[in-house]
């Protein structure tokens, strides 16, 4: 079950317009054959954004399979964190649309977007040792409202048979230097990576202001996204 | 059909009686026999009927399998079972059958049952019906024979001879085949009887002639042969010399010419394998052909070719005939009604009269006006115009309708007739309501003004007549006058004549005309209704709206009549197909599709025709089949070439029309072609229609991958087109590329004066209106990704104008100065002009040379050129550090190995868990690295240990004098002679005893933040403090790169605290001590930042840098007087201090990036041989896996990027003649002096310069030229004088303090090494406690690299001697011998010579630049500047220069006192190499000398610059503060 937290109504604060506070909570994991899992999790985000509360980085409990039926690992881990943005681009709902990408430039780099969760997934192995379970990453939804996403896991693989071996008897199994290296995209070419399962997130968003900014993100609106209010917004300044 | 008679056979057998048991039996044999004929007969024609009637049933194959056929078999005798005759009936019951056939059949079918494959069983079924064959045959011909017999049966026995049968013995045949049969035989022929006569046979081949090899006939056959020939006459003809048959060599050759073919696909012959050849383009002359310089390739044309309507076909029924028609007159009446001519030209009728009205009525207003008045007659005749044309129109629709309803009541009676429906056709009429009254009264007034008009018509025709006919009249009487006249005088004069005459008068006489007549209104009334009555609808009458649907239903196949249905049938078995000719040359088909009932056939085929040429003639011909065999032409279409604007997506469908003269006549309900019929029924009307359709098609050129239409150009071929056509037709006149140009389309529009109130024309000239205004001007230009412009949310100006938009683009490309730029403002008048004024000035700048900052034009010069380089290099660090290995994403266990000591389980490892928890000596352990991403200002610390210092200089009692002997003379053995301990503290305690304190203490700043240590005492404090300054990365940045070119230096100042009492003269002195604390700055140490960042602590003691002479300070010197090679002295050489310098939370340094960037680099270009750098890279790996923290150098990279071995930079060169002149007999001078002429090169590092990314080595001259360099570049000079100065010299790669690696100079001098420190011209003994290097990595001459192969790396405990191979590891060995490499330094070092004249204005101007700087920091106070003090100081200076800065202070003190009397002074000398003002001014700034605040404080400054070669610079800066003791 999601906390009871009140989800908080940004609080304005001058000219920065962007408010945006969102809450997640873990929950059904799916990793056939792991027990005894637990997570962290951290956020990534642009320059253009600021935690303006809550944690950016944390650490779950570890979570066991129960013995009934539906042998899922559950953790029911709230988190809570608002983010204020004055140029919210690179966000889930437009994709990679930054106004400072002219057409022949670089696709925008990953320090430009918007905040996005990323989720490592930690567990012991067959000898106790505590290795890691799976690397992934969401974009934070924009609409506010409830919003579920599951994510595909996934780790590195060993470079060779034999490191794969010796890796799997030391139980120091290949890892990314930084698990922060899944929420961008440069570099990611020279490794390779297998699936392991899937978290599923569920996040309660709340906005405020982002009409100011000239998005326009109610539900109703999602349905056909309107440049209207963009360029509206664009001219407004 | 043709399995029938054979079906039938077997059937009519079986009902046959077998002859011989029943012939003799009760009835009348031979009428039985007869009926049975005829039986046998009928059933056989009743097989075959019903059997007929099987096969229209279609059957697939021709032969069936047996299990079929055998249904087929009961099915008959169940047919025949039906209609059992009485003798059928009595053959059945009482007849034995003949089982024979059904055996067969069983054994065929088991026989079948075996054979799987449908070959064998149709072979099977073959011979089965081959046996049956012959069974009836078989019992027809004894049936034949009984007849025979049976016929002539009474007398048989009378012609019959009864004989025995005649026998011959066996031995009697034998001996008369013996006479006729000859046998051969198989023995060899002896070889007399082949050779004639008695000649011995002759062996070609023994005598050397060349006999070829016979064929190969087995010896058998061979004798049989030989034989055979010799019966024969002249046989020995045959045989040659050598007795053996004449023969030819064996044609046949060993090895086949023809090479082996081998088949790629299984199954097919290699010699019949097709191989694929691309065309190849024709180059024959055609006048189409593009010129072969400007072949673009295959161009494309895409035919679609859709489908199939016939209009007419032979096939069709006469309902069709007529449903064609229909269909053909309802797309007219759509077409008429789409246009609606008869409503535009009514309403341009009634609009005509309106006008004509309006002009009468505006005329009788009063205003007279010419232009309506001319007008009117005009309108009028527009009027007579259009009505004629609207009544034609009107008409034509009336017709329309009227044929329509008249064929289609033609239909609906043929369907009763015929009762049933071929086509779906149904013709709606639909009725619209009119308003009868008001219908009515329209009508009524429509006729009135028509009447009107006509009568006015009428009148005027009248009116015209009447004139004319006056004016005929006229001369019609006159003529007659003149006749008569004639006629008088004619009889009067030739009465004979007058015949003749009036015979040709008569063909002249004139008709009296006629008067015209008057028109009646009535009769034109009468006229005109007739008229509307025809061609109008009654008033009232409901206006009928046609609609033609295909709703109806076609009867079905079973309800029609037989020659309906063989009909269909005959439609059911024929399909089309249609043929794409190009140039006359089939170049496709469409597949074979059949027509459909409704005679339309679906192709739905694009064919992509790939051309070179622009085409002559693209055809389509229309073929029938029918059935399986027979194809017909029925027609050819010519398809006209599309215009270069028909692209292939927009093209449109055309409808082509067809026909063909084909005369085809049919025996069904279908009409045939070209044959006349009649839809009467007394066959009068007759039509005659010809096959006719449309091919459905578009032809249009493709669209290449690019959008490049794939089109050749159009050869100018003007077709001529008739000028009359260019009048009315635009596309006939321009093209149609020229429609999509609108100045040409206006052009024309002008030239064919278009009627612009036409409504044909409406579009066309509402586009040309909008072309020729101007408004919406059509651009002359091409826009690509014009479908970007939509997503354009702001227009380029606006874009380019916002600053915030500006701001995201830096930020986005990465400019330094925005890379890290946190929370881009939303609004833009948040955004200062400030953020891009500094980047804006550097732009600015970067080409301009600023000469103010650098005095001096070269300078200026070489700074540009090292911005430029810096930028390069960082421009290639940025490219670099998008790269990413494996290693800089994944941390990954390596392979474990045995035995080393790398981190596997398998190696060390494991002993490790044998180790004491608690070990006795106890290891440093490693600190937590933190990854610098998730820092933020405050995380980092830089903790700086201040631990002790030794010698730092004490006070001078005020006036006291010391004896100092003379040093002006030292010579070269002095030095290394001179015993330390002459002149030690402990002989001249008297000395020590007067020693006044110095109170020391250390200031540490960096960046702005400063820390103390307490205050302690003597020179050799002992502070123990650690101290914790805060650390900020520019623009809060903490990546590794950003970390790496921190520019900032952590500042070790080391002052002496004194206490003054600070009013003397007060007169409450004796109540309360007040004392004024001053701080004299004694020296100090600079460690830039990155160092720490790199080396993550530094640890070591440092030499102070004090300057020479520091007023009012002495050092302890008695301890080292004498300077010198040897060690132990050296303590005294400086002041020392023991720092430990680190970062908390240790940084990871970018260590990984800097080795990338090495890796990309040495992928540049090199010039070096492979060999060379393959065995640099296996020396390199070797020795770092032996030393992994030993660095091991063997190719560097050079200014210009590219790879150069180490040793080509070691060369002797020549030092500048001056400095070698100048001490002419002391090498030891001469060395040190060269030292410090190199030391005098200002310093640069390159990792502040290239942000610790990579290491550029510039050779000597290079580094002369731009005065600038690190290390490498020093030592390399110094390396490089030395041994032209005839030492023997090495580079050292090592690592020392504070610079981390480096590189230094050994030189070897009287058996003992002595380590230069090439940046600051200082020498040390090997065994110097103090000498700053403190790691000896490897040794590079100038023809070899020496690795350290030894267990220690510090020069104290290393032995130098390179010949041991087990110490020093060599690179070029006997193995590889060093192949000569040329060195890359120039040949010789060419020097400018000081130019002093500059040098002394340089002086004034940095003199000036300081005293206004120091006044500067100086606000609040005055500042004197004490003129005699100064003039002291500068001729100090040049003595200063002149020792090297060495011990001549005290005279300096003495001198001052002399000159100043009572003043206390303090100040310094400072001695820098000249780079740039601003350094100079740092350092002033950072002595503090200014920020004394005594009121009466005086100042003083000198500057010396003293000028060597090559423009290098020695500065020296003395400043001091003067306080006149009272």
């Keep these: 079950m999601v906390g009871q937290a009140a989800l908080r109504p940004g609080t304005g604060a001058g000219l920065q317009s962007r408010q945006f506070s969102h809450q997640d909570s873990f929950s059904l994991p799916q990793f056939p054959g792991f027990d005894d899992l637990y997570c962290k999790f951290c956020f990534v985000y642009g320059q253009d954004w600021v935690p303006t509360a809550g944690l950016e980085e944390g650490i779950s409990q570890i979570t066991s399979k129960s013995d009934v039926a539906p042998t899922t690992l559950v953790w029911n881990f709230p988190i809570d964190i608002t983010f204020k943005s004055t140029n919210p681009s690179g966000c889930e709902c437009w994709g990679w649309w930054d106004p400072a990408r002219r057409p022949g430039t670089r696709l925008t780099h990953t320090s430009f977007a918007g905040p996005q969760i990323v989720v490592s997934v930690y567990g012991p192995d067959f000898f106790g040792n505590d290795v890691v379970r799976g690397y992934g990453a969401v974009h934070v939804p924009f609409t506010p409202g409830r919003h579920t996403r599951t994510i595909a896991m996934f780790v590195p693989e060993s470079t060779s048979r034999l490191q794969k071996f010796t890796s799997w008897f030391t139980g120091r199994r290949p890892e990314f230097t930084d698990p922060k290296v899944v929420a961008q995209g440069e570099g990611r070419e020279v490794t390779r990576v297998r699936s392991q399962g899937f978290v599923t997130i569920s996040f309660n968003v709340v906005t405020k202001d982002m009409k100011k900014l000239g998005y326009d993100v109610s539900p109703s609106d999602m349905q056909n996204p309107s440049l209207v209010p963009v360029t509206e917004g664009i001219h407004k300044y | 059909m043709a399995a029938g008679p054979s079906d039938a056979a077997p059937q009519a057998l079986r009902d046959l009686p077998p002859v011989p048991s029943t012939s003799r039996t009760g009835f009348a044999e031979f009428s039985v026999r007869e009926r049975m004929r005829e039986k046998l007969k009928a059933a056989r024609a009743k097989a075959e009927i019903t059997l007929l009637q099987e096969d229209r049933s279609p059957r697939p194959r021709r032969l069936k399998s047996i299990r079929e056929r055998k249904t087929d078999f009961r099915l008959d005798k169940a047919f025949q079972n039906d209609f059992p005759s009485a003798e059928e009936a009595y053959n059945f019951f009482t007849f034995n059958f003949d089982s024979e056939p059904e055996s067969i059949k069983a054994g065929a079918r088991k026989r079948n049952e075996l054979n799987e494959e449908e070959e064998a069983e149709e072979e099977c079924v073959e011979t089965h019906e081959d046996e049956q064959e012959e069974d009836e045959t078989d019992e027809d011909a004894r049936l034949v024979k009984d007849d025979d017999l049976f016929i002539i049966g009474q007398t048989a026995e009378d012609f019959l001879v009864m004989k025995p049968a005649d026998c011959e013995s066996y031995s009697e045949q034998l001996k008369k085949e013996k006479e006729f049969l000859f046998t051969p035989s198989m023995l060899a022929v002896p070889p007399s009887e082949k050779m004639p006569g008695n000649m011995q046979p002759r062996y070609l081949e023994d005598e050397g002639l060349y006999t070829g090899e016979r064929p190969f006939v087995s010896q058998s056959n061979q004798n049989i042969l030989e034989n055979r020939i010799l019966r024969q006459e002249q046989g020995k003809e045959w045989f040659g010399d050598d007795g053996k048959i004449l023969a030819l060599p064996n044609p046949i050759k060993q090895s086949s010419t023809r090479p082996p073919i081998f088949s790629l696909e299984e199954g097919i012959a290699p010699e019949l394998e097709t191989v694929y050849r691309k065309a190849i383009k024709m180059t024959a002359a055609n006048q189409y052909l593009v010129g072969p310089g400007d072949f673009q390739g295959p161009f494309q044309l895409d035919i679609d ?39 535009l030209l009514t309403d341009k009728l009634h609009a005509l009269r309106n006008a004509v009205e309006c002009s009468i009525d505006g005329g009788d207003a009063g205003v007279p006006r010419p232009v309506a008045q001319q007008s009117i007659p005009e309108y009028k005749i527009e009027i007579r115009q259009t009505r004629r044309l609207r009544d034609a129109e009107q008409e034509k629709d009336r017709m329309l309708l009227k044929t329509i309803i008249k064929v289609w009541k033609q239909i609906k009676s043929l369907r009763d007739f015929q009762k049933f429906t071929n086509t779906p056709m149904k013709l709606y009429l639909r009725k619209e309501e009119v308003d009868q009254r008001l219908d009515e009264k329209a009508y009524e007034a429509e006729i009135q003004a028509e009447i009107n008009e006509l009568l006015e018509e009428c009148m005027e025709e009248y009116e015209k007549k009447m004139k004319e006919y006056k004016t005929e009249l006229q001369e019609w009487k006159s003529w007659k006058k003149t006749q008569k006249s004639k006629k008088k005088k004619k009889k009067k004069d030739i009465h004979e004549e007058e015949e003749s005459v009036e015979d040709c008068d008569l063909g002249e006489e004139r008709v009296k005309p006629i008067p015209p007549k008057m028109a009646n209104s009535l009769e034109i009334e009468q006229q005109v209704r007739e008229k509307a009555d025809n061609c109008r609808r009654k008033p009232g009458e409901p206006a009928l709206i046609p609609e033609l649907v295909l709703s109806g239903s076609v009867t079905p196949t079973e309800l029609c009549p037989r020659a309906e249905v063989l009909r269909r049938e005959d ?52 073929y029938e089949t029918m059935g399986m065999s027979s194809t017909t032409l029925l027609a050819e279409v010519f398809i006209p070439v599309p215009e270069t604007t028909v692209l292939t997506g927009s093209a449109p469908m055309e409808e082509i029309e067809f026909s063909s003269n084909q005369r085809v006549m049919l025996d069904h309900e279908g009409v045939g072609s070209g044959v006349s019929f009649s839809f009467e029924a007394d066959g009068s009307n007759k039509m005659t229609l010809m096959t006719s359709g449309k091919v459905s098609n578009s032809v249009s050129w ?48 002008v030239e064919a004066k278009l ?34 412009q939509e997503f354009n949310f702001v227009s380029d100006e606006e874009f380019n104008r916002s600053k915030r938009f500006r701001l995201l683009q830096l930020r986005n490309g990465e400019v330094a100065e925005f890379r890290n730029y946190k929370q881009v403002p939303l609004h833009e008048r948040e955004i200062s002009e400030k953020i891009f004024e500094d980047y804006e000035k550097r732009l600015q700048e970067r080409d301009v040379i600023d000469s103010k900052n650098y005095l001096d034009a070269h300078r200026a010069v070489v700074a540009n050129y090292l911005q430029k380089v810096r930028e390069s290099v960082i421009n290639r660090f940025l490219i670099a550090k998008h790269n990413f290995l494996l290693s800089d994403l994944v941390n990954e266990e390596e392979i474990p190995s045995l035995g080393s000591e790398g981190p596997g389980i398998l190696g060390l490892s494991l002993f490790k868990l044998a180790e004491p928890k608690r070990p006795l000596k106890p290891r440093r352990k490693e600190r937590k690295k933190v990854t610098a991403q998730n820092l933020s200002d405050g995380d980092i610390k830089l903790l700086v240990n201040i631990i002790r210092a030794y010698d730092i200089p004490v006070r001078k009692p005020v006036m006291s004098k010391l004896p100092q002997p003379s040093k002006s003379s030292r010579s ?94 007060d007169p409450e002195r004796g109540s309360g001590i007040r004392t004024r604390v001053e701080r004299h700055w004694l020296g100090c140490v600079k460690i830039p930042f990155t160092t720490i960042y790199f080396q993550a602590r530094v640890d070591g003691t440092f030499k102070v840098d004090v300057p020479p002479v520091l007023l009012g300070y002495s050092k302890e010197k008695n301890l080292g007087i004498e300077r010198g090679y040897d060690s132990v002295q050296n303590l005294s050489e400086g002041s020392y201090i023991t720092l430990f310098i680190t970062i908390e939370p240790q940084l990871i ?199 350290n192969m030894q267990e220690y790396d510090s020069p104290i405990r290393i032995n130098f001697d390179i010949s041991k191979p087990k110490l020093w590891k060599s690179f070029f060995s006997r193995r590889l011998p060093y192949p000569g490499l040329r060195s890359i330094q120039p040949e010789e070092l060419v020097y400018q010579h000081a130019d002093k004249a500059a040098a002394v204005e340089l002086q004034g101007r940095i003199e000036k630049i300081l005293k206004e700087k120091i006044m500067e920091w100086r606000p609040r106070h005055l500042t004197r500047w004490n003129r005699y003090c100064t003039s ?77 070669p090559q423009n290098v610079l020695s500065v020296w800066i003395y400043i001091a503060s003067l306080v006149r003791n009272r």
Aim: aromatic letters at 10%; charged letters at 20%.
């Design chain 2, 305 to 343: 070719i859709s489908g199939l309507i016939f209009t007419h076909h032979p096939c069709f029924s006469r309902e069709h005939v007529l449903a064609a028609k229909l269909a053909q007159l309802y797309d007219q009446y759509l077409a008429r009604k789409q246009k609606n001519l008869t409503k």
């Design chain 2, 571 to 622: 439609v059911k078995k024929r399909s089309a197909f249609i043929k794409v000719l190009f140039n006359a040359k089939e170049v496709s088909r469409t597949v074979t599709r059949p027509i459909s009932s409704d005679f339309r056939v679906h192709f739905g085929q694009i064919f992509n025709l790939q051309i070179f040429n622009w085409p002559e003639s693209l055809k389509l011909q229309i």
């Design chain 2, 702 to 749: 493709a669209v290449g991958e690019k959008g490049i239409p794939l089109i050749p150009p159009v050869s100018q071929q003007n077709t001529g087109i008739p000028s009359a056509l260019k009048n009315i037709d635009a596309i006939a006149s321009i093209g149609t590329s020229g429609l999509t140009d609108m100045k040409k389309l206006a052009k024309w529009a």
């Design chain 2, 755 to 788: 009627d612009p109130n036409d409504p044909n024309n409406a579009a066309l000239m509402q586009l040309i209106m909008v072309a020729t205004s101007g408004e919406a001007r059509v651009p002359d230009f091409f826009r690509l990704e014009q479908l970007q």
């Design chain 2, 972 to 1065: 070269f053995n002095d030095m290394f002679a001179a015993s330390p301990s002459a002149q030690s503290p402990m002989d001249s305690p008297d000395w020590a005893l007067n020693q006044v304190l110095v109170r020391p203490f250390v200031e540490v700043s960096f960046q702005r933040t400063v820390c103390r240590t307490t205050t302690a005492e003597g020179p050799n404090p002992n502070w123990n403090e650690e101290l914790e300054l805060p650390f900020r990365a520019p623009n809060g940045d903490y990546s590794t790169h950003s970390l790496q070119s921190v520019k900032d230096e952590v500042f070790i100042n080391v002052f002496d605290e004194v206490l003054h009492d600070a009013v003397e003269d």
């Design chain 2, 1149 to 1347: 340094p970018g260590e990984s990036v800097r080795e990338k960037m090495n890796e990309m680099l040495k992928k540049f270009d090199t010039q070096e041989e492979e060999k060379l750098l393959q065995a640099a890279a296996k020396y390199e790996a070797e020795c770092t896996s032996k030393f992994p923290s030993r660095k091991c150098l063997t190719t560097v990279i050079d200014l210009n990027g590219k790879t150069v071995f180490i040793t080509r930079y070691i060369k002797p060169l020549n030092p500048p003649q001056e400095l070698l002149d100048a001490i002419p007999n002391s090498s030891q001078t001469a060395a040190e002096l060269v030292a410090r002429y190199v030391a005098l090169i200002p310093f640069l590092p390159d990792s502040v310069s290239f942000a610790g990314i990579c290491d550029l080595w510039s050779t000597s001259d290079q580094f002369l030229y731009l005065l600038a360099g690190d290390e490498e570049e020093h030592a390399v000079l110094l390396c490089n004088y030395f041994l032209g100065m005839g030492k023997k010299a090495w580079l050292i790669i090592g690592n020392a303090i504070p610079e981390g690696p480096t590189a230094y100079v050994l030189t070897l001098e009287q058996s003992q090494y002595v380590i230069w420190n090439p940046s600051t011209g200082c020498f040390y003994g090997q065994y110097d406690t103090f000498c700053p290097l403190q790691n000896v990595y490897c040794l590079i001459g100038c023809d070899n690299i020496w690795f």
């Design chain 2, 1432 to 1508: 002291t100081l500068r001729n100090f200076l040049p003595l200063l220069e002149q020792n090297q800065g060495k011990d001549i202070e005290d005279d300096h003190q003495a001198e001052l006192q002399k000159q100043l009397g009572d003043y206390r002074v303090s100040g310094f000398p400072i001695h820098m190499p000249f780079s740039e003002v601003r350094p100079l001014i740092e350092a002033v700034h950072s002595m503090g000398v200014h920020t004394i605040d005594v009121s009466n404080v005086e100042f003083a400054l000198a500057v010396y610059i003293h000028a060597y």
